[in-house]
C-alpha cells in the first residue's frame, strides 16, 4: 500500500511539473503574438486590423484543436493527445520565425494553434483526474499561473530579445518549453478514473457526442458553458491581444518599457490565480468565479478612464490581480460539471465553441481602435465580463462530478445528485 501510495505520490508530481511547463509555454505563445503586433505590422506591411486576423487565425487553430483532442483524449487517452499536441505545437511555433508575409505566418500560426489549443484543453483535464478535490482548485489555480509566468518571460523577452534582435528569436525561443513537455508527457500513463471509464466503454460502444445530448442535465450544463465561455473569451482575448498595443499607442509608452509594464500586470495575475484558487477550495468554485468576473467587469473601464503615465503601473497590477482570478477558476469549475467517460469531449467542445467569442474579439477591437481608439475598444469589453457573471451566478452549479473517482460520476460533497 506504501509503494502504491509513494508511486501515486510521483506521478502526481510529474504531471504537476509537466502541465506547469505546457502550460508556461502556451502564455508565452499567445503573449508574445500581442507584444509582436506592432513589429509584424510594419515587417510584414499589413494594417492594424490584418494584424489582429493572426490573433483570430491562432484563436480559430486553438478552437479546431480543442475541440478534436478532446473527443480525442475520450476515446485513446489524455496522454497521448496531449503529447502528440505539444509536439505540433513547438514545431510551428518555432517555425514562425522563419515567415516573411502575411499567409505564410497565418498558415503556420493556425497549426500551431491546433497544438496549442489541444494541450491547454486536455492538460488540464489530465492534471483534474489525479489531483483530490480538497485541493484540487488550488492546484489548477497554480497551474493557471504557469501561463502567466509564461506572458511574463515573454514581456521579458520582448523588453531584452525584441527591442534588439527583433520578433523572430522570441518564437524560436518559444518552441523550447513545449519540446520539454512533450517529452515528459510521452513516459505518463492515464489517470485511474479514465483508465476505468475506458473499460465501461468498450463494452457500451457510445459514442460521446449522444451520451452528451442524450442526458438533459449534462446537455443544458453543456449549453450554459458554451455560452459563458464565448462572452468570457471575448473579454478575455480582446484584452490580451491589444493591451500592449494600448500602452504603447494611447499612453505613449515605449517597447522596452512597456515590456515591463506588461510583466508587472502578468505578474498580479499569478497572484490573482492562485489566491482564487485557494479561495474557491474554501468558499465555492462558483462564487469565486462570479466575483472574479464581475470584479474584472469594472476596473477594464475604471483602467482606460483614469490610466495615466504616473499611475498605469499600480492600475495594470490591480487589473491583472482581477483579471486573473476567474481563470485560476475556470478549469475545476469546468472539469467538475462532467462525467469523465465524455469529460474531454464536453469540455473540449463546450469550451472551444466558446472561443467564437475570442475569434470575433480581436478584429472588433482593431476596426473600433481605426475609428475611436484602442482604449475605447477595450473598454467596452468589461460588458462581456458582466454577462458572464449573470450566467454562473443564476445558471450554472459547482461541484457536479468528482475527476478523480473511479467512472467520475460519483456527486461531490454538498453537490446536488446528477443522473447518471
Request: no cysteine.
Amino acid at each position: 500500500m506504501e509503494a502504491t501510495t509513494n508511486e501515486n505520490k510521483s506521478t502526481l508530481i510529474k504531471v504537476f511539473i509537466g502541465s506547469f511547463i505546457t502550460l508556461l509555454a502556451a502564455g508565452m505563445d499567445i503573449q508574445l503574438l500581442s507584444l509582436a503586433l506592432g513589429s509584424l505590422i510594419k515587417d510584414l506591411h499589413i494594417s492594424q486590423a490584418l494584424a489582429g486576423t493572426l490573433a483570430t487565425w491562432t484563436l480559430v487553430g486553438m478552437g479546431v484543436g480543442g475541440v478534436f483532442s478532446g473527443w480525442m483524449s475520450d476515446r485513446i487517452g489524455r496522454a497521448k493527445v496531449l503529447s502528440f499536441a505539444l509536439l505540433i505545437y513547438s514545431v510551428g511555433t518555432g517555425a514562425l520565425a522563419f515567415t516573411d508575409s502575411y499567409w505564410p505566418f497565418a498558415i503556420i500560426r493556425f497549426i500551431s494553434g491546433l497544438g496549442l489549443g489541444a494541450s491547454f484543453v486536455v492538460g488540464n483535464l489530465y492534471a483534474s483526474e489525479f489531483i483530490p478535490t480538497k485541493i484540487r482548485t488550488t492546484v489548477l489555480g497554480t497551474l493557471q499561473a504557469s501561463w502567466s509566468l509564461g506572458m511574463v518571460i515573454a514581456a521579458l523577452l520582448s523588453s531584452y530579445v525584441a527591442a534588439v534582435h527583433g520578433w523572430r528569436p522570441m518564437f524560436m525561443i518559444a518552441a523550447v518549453p513545449g519540446l520539454a513537455s512533450f517529452w515528459m508527457f510521452r513516459y505518463l500513463t492515464d489517470s485511474p478514473s479514465y483508465l476505468e471509464s475506458r473499460k465501461v466503454k468498450e463494452v457500451k460502444k457510445e459514442n460521446e457526442f449522444a451520451i452528451i445530448w442524450a442526458n438533459k442535465k449534462v446537455r443544458a450544463t453543456f449549453i450554459l458553458w458554451a455560452l459563458a465561455t464565448s462572452i468570457y473569451l471575448f473579454g478575455y482575448y480582446g484584452a490580451a491581444t491589444w493591451l500592449p498595443s494600448y500602452i504603447t499607442k494611447d499612453l505613449g509608452i515605449n517597447l522596452k518599457s512597456m515590456g515591463w509594464y506588461v510583466a508587472g500586470t502578468y505578474v498580479a495575475m499569478i497572484f490573482g490565480k492562485i489566491l482564487a484558487g485557494w479561495l474557491a477550495d474554501k468558499f465555492g468554485r462558483r462564487a469565486m468565479f462570479t466575483f472574479g468576473v464581475l470584479s474584472t467587469a469594472a476596473i477594464i473601464p475604471f483602467l482606460v478612464k483614469f490610466a495615466t503615465l504616473g499611475n498605469v503601473a499600480i492600475l495594470l497590477m490591480l487589473f491583472g490581480l482581477f483579471y486573473g482570478i476567474p481563470t485560476g477558476i475556470h478549469a475545476t469549475y469546468m472539469a467538475e460539471s462532467f462525467p469523465t467517460n465524455v469529460r474531454g469531449t464536453a469540455v473540449g467542445t463546450s469550451f472551444n465553441v466558446g472561443r467564437i467569442g475570442s475569434f470575433i474579439s480581436p478584429i472588433f477591437i482593431g476596426a473600433f481602435a481605426t475609428q475611436h481608439s484602442i482604449g475605447a475598444g477595450i473598454a467596452l469589453l468589461g460588458i462581456s465580463y458582466g454577462i458572464v457573471g449573470v450566467i454562473t451566478a443564476f445558471f450554472i452549479a459547482e461541484k457536479m462530478y468528482d475527476p478523480s473517482a473511479k467512472l467520475g460520476v460519483k456527486p461531490l460533497e454538498g453537490a446536488a445528485p446528477k443522473e447518471a
